[in-house]
Nanobody, 118 residues
Framework: QVQLVESGGGLVHPGGSLRLSCAAS????????MGWYRQAPGKQRDLVAS???????NYVDSVKGRFTISRDPAKNTLFLQMNSLKPEDTAVYLC????????????WGQGTQVTVSS
């Protein structure tokens, strides 16, 4: 079993920045893929950014140029740097990990709330 614990959310004004962290209970070396998702009230959970074990990164169009996903394997931690935040970025942000390419099993954190409001 893998545990993922997110932190770094909070309330920020439009245009502000936050850095989210996701601490994993196991090594993230050679993980097939990890990602950040977000879910706003009454809406589906959507992928925000992902990074593969080989370092391939993808972003949803709405965050390109504003968000940066990164990882520190030495600390088993995934990050999401969020700049130029907008009210529409308000959501619960969740970390995910799919360890294996051949197994669809995916682990999820509990999420951290991000609220962008003036």
């Amino acid at each position: 079993q893998v545990q993922l614990v997110e932190s770094g959310g909070g309330l920020v004004h439009p245009g502000g920045s936050l850095r989210l962290s996701c601490a994993a209970s196991r090594s993230i070396f050679n993980i097939y893929t990890m990602g950040w998702y977000r879910q706003a009230p009454g809406k589906q959970r959507d992928l925000v950014a992902s990074i593969t074990g080989g370092g391939t990164i993808n972003y949803v169009d709405s965050v390109k140029g504003r968000f940066t996903i990164s990882r520190d394997p030495a600390k088993n931690t995934l990050f999401l740097q969020m700049n130029s935040l907008k009210p529409e970025d308000t959501a619960v942000y969740l970390c995910s990990m799919r360890p294996s390419r051949t197994d669809v099993k995916t682990y999820w954190g509990q999420g951290t709330q991000v609220t962008v409001s003036s």
